[in-house]
């Protein structure tokens, strides 16, 4: 999974709970993303960034809230969880270099919101 | 209507079939179109990407654009049981936003 690693793996939590999800890659990319899939809407992208402490909004962005102090760590927080926010998140790297931005994915983080 | 669309199949075929996979969009501006292919619980891996029309080839896929169309296709011949995965189509306009479709489960049968 091209250096990338997401933890926790799998996490099972409560409505109304704060819970953070981190990545962390070894390759050095400008671009880090966070996406949720969920069936039937594919790759949603939830926040992205360009840069450490530059970071922008994706189209489901709602409920979460990102932050990046270090090039490789790139964490997602849900700031209280939902039921809706059940779901498989990826990160994803890219050089910010490339055209178009060939994305590379990390494992995956399934959240379970009961 | 979304950007992308993309039938979810599931698509069950033989060892050995033909199998097309396909995408319509609706934003004129995308430029690049590429297929990843994620296998069960793991991420998604670019498989290949093509520029604007025409054809790409590479080894045992194909993948098509037809921009007039606003339709993309990535075929695969003598399909083996390996690539039983989820594939899903994206989208770019060139710079580092990328539209996915929802992505078609396959199943190859040995």
């Known amino acids: 999974d091209a250096g990338i690693t997401q933890s926790p793996r799998h996490k099972v939590t409560e409505t109304g709970t704060p819970v953070t999800l981190r990545c962390h890659q070894t390759?050095?990319?400008?671009?880090m993303y966070w996406y949720r899939q969920d069936p039937g809407h594919g790759l949603r992208l939830i926040h992205y960034s360009y840069g450490v402490k530059d970071t922008d909004k994706g189209e489901v962005s709602d409920g979460y809230s990102v932050s990046r102090s270090k090039t490789e760590d790139f964490l997602l927080t849900l700031e209280s969880a939902t039921s809706s926010q059940t779901s498989v998140y990826f990160c994803?790297?890219?050089?910010?270099?490339?055209?178009?931005?060939?994305?590379?994915f990390g494992p995956g983080t399934r959240l379970l919101v009961l | 209507q979304k950007e992308v669309e993309q039938d979810p199949g599931p698509l069950s075929v033989p060892e050995g079939a033909i199998v097309s996979l396909n995408c319509t969009y609706s934003n004129s501006a995308f430029q690049y179109f590429m297929w990843y292919r994620q296998y069960s619980r793991k991420g998604p891996e670019l498989l290949m990407y093509?520029?604007?029309?025409g054809n790409k080839e590479d080894g045992r896929f194909t993948a098509q654009v037809d921009k007039s169309s606003k339709y993309i296709s990535l075929f695969i011949r003598d399909s083996q049981p390996s690539d039983s995965a989820t594939y899903l189509c994206a989208m770019n306009t060139g710079g580092f936003k990328t539209i996915f479709g929802a992505g078609t489960r396959l199943f190859v049968k040995a």
């Open positions: 093509t520029y604007s029309s």
């Open positions: 994803a790297i890219s050089e910010g270099r490339g055209v178009p931005e060939t994305q590379y």
């Open positions: 390759e050095n990319h400008r671009y």
